[in-house]
C-alpha cells in the first residue's frame, strides 16, 4: 500500500509560480509511474502531467506544456509539480497519483494510488 500526500497549493495571482509536491509513504514509488491530475468545480478529473520510474521521460497535458514541469526525486520519495506562468484557468485541486510499471497512464481509472489532493487558486 502506498500512501501519497499533496502540499504546497495555495492562493497566486496570475502569471505567478507554485510548486506542489507529492509525498509517498508505506513503501517505495520508486518503480512507480507518477500523474498529476486535476479536477476543477463540476468538471472531471483531468491528465496534467506525469513522469516514468526514473524520471527519464515527462507528459505533458497540451494545457500546461512549456508552463509545468513535473520531476521526482525517488531518494526522497516525492514528486513535485512546478507551475509557471499560472492562469485562473488553471484553478483546480491536485492529485497526484501512482502506477506500478514502467507505462505512464493518462487516464485516472489506471492509476492504482491517489492522494487527498490540493487546491490551487489563481486570481485574476
Known amino acids: 500500500q502506498v500512501q501519497l500526500v499533496e502540499s504546497g497549493g495555495g492562493l497566486v495571482q496570475a502569471g505567478g509560480s507554485l510548486k506542489v509536491s507529492c509525498a509517498a509513504s508505506g513503501r517505495t514509488i520508486s518503480r512507480d509511474a507518477m500523474g498529476w491530475f486535476r479536477q476543477a468545480p463540476g468538471k472531471e478529473r483531468v491528465f496534467v502531467a506525469g513522469i516514468t520510474w526514473n524520471g527519464g521521460r515527462t507528459y505533458y497535458a497540451d494545457a500546461v506544456k512549456g508552463r509545468f514541469t513535473i520531476s521526482r526525486d525517488n531518494a526522497k520519495n516525492t514528486v513535485y509539480l512546478q507551475m509557471n506562468s499560472l492562469k485562473s484557468e488553471d484553478t483546480a485541486v491536485y492529485y497526484c497519483?501512482?502506477?506500478?510499471?514502467?507505462?505512464?497512464?493518462?487516464?485516472?481509472?489506471?492509476?492504482?494510488?491517489w492522494g487527498q489532493g490540493t487546491q490551487v487558486t489563481v486570481s485574476s
Open positions: 497519483a501512482a502506477k506500478s510499471g514502467v507505462v505512464v497512464p493518462l487516464k485516472a481509472r489506471d492509476y492504482d494510488y
